[in-house]
């Protein structure tokens, strides 16, 4: 018994040590959670088939056959450019998944049944519709898909989850995906939504992000990110998931990077 109580403290000794000379544990296990996840959505698509590009895999079923070379020339089209935004390179190809029950997709995805996504990021896996669940038989596909689908958005939460090891507040995400689709497209989030009163705060977007009116949660989290590229350039973007990365709080790195507090900045972002 006291042998094993020594051993109980020693270990508890060690992994008090451990948080306090790195506050990184988390984004050290993160890597490896992350990987079983992705085997477990992988597992449940077993029986799709798949396509390689350079730099992805696509996973789909018969029906979206057609689709197939449309996603993997969109998805390497941007490749290049995201990656170089980001500064950051994924090991080995992404896998894109297709799907044509908006259902089975949630199930997979760990998002609750009824919701609606065009494409989802999870566990180093994207997930997106079937094209021919939202683009109408008029319109022209390839156009459609290119400027208005869901890949270099997931994409972009991809890289941004590597880097940063899953250290950060969902609104970073959101923003820096919307800023791709924007730097990329030209596409801008919310464009014509205006805010009914003051746009939402720090606070807000920090503690709430997911209760929040999403559109406009979304085109606060574009603008804001955007502010910060406009003043410091997408190196500060880049810099901040670095520090992320090796387990810095947001605040922390923002404030390492540019000598401002985050919320003071935010807060006072035009719209
Ligand atoms: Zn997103």
Redesign the pocket.
Known sequence: MRKNKNLVAIVFIVFVLAILLNGSILTKAYPVYKVIGKDKIENSIKNFKTKEGKHFIIRYTEPDSKYVDLIINTAEKHYYDIIKDLGYTPKGKSTIIVYNNPDEMNKDFSLAKGENAMGIYLNGVISIESPSLWISPGQDVTKVFQYEGPVV?EFT?LVVDDIANGNYPIWFT?GI?LLEEYRQDGYEWGKDLNYNGAPYTYEQLKNDFNSLDEMLAYKRAFQVTKAISDKYGMGTIREMLRDLGSGMSIESSFYKETGLRLDVFVNNAKE
């Open positions: 958005h939460h959101e995906a």
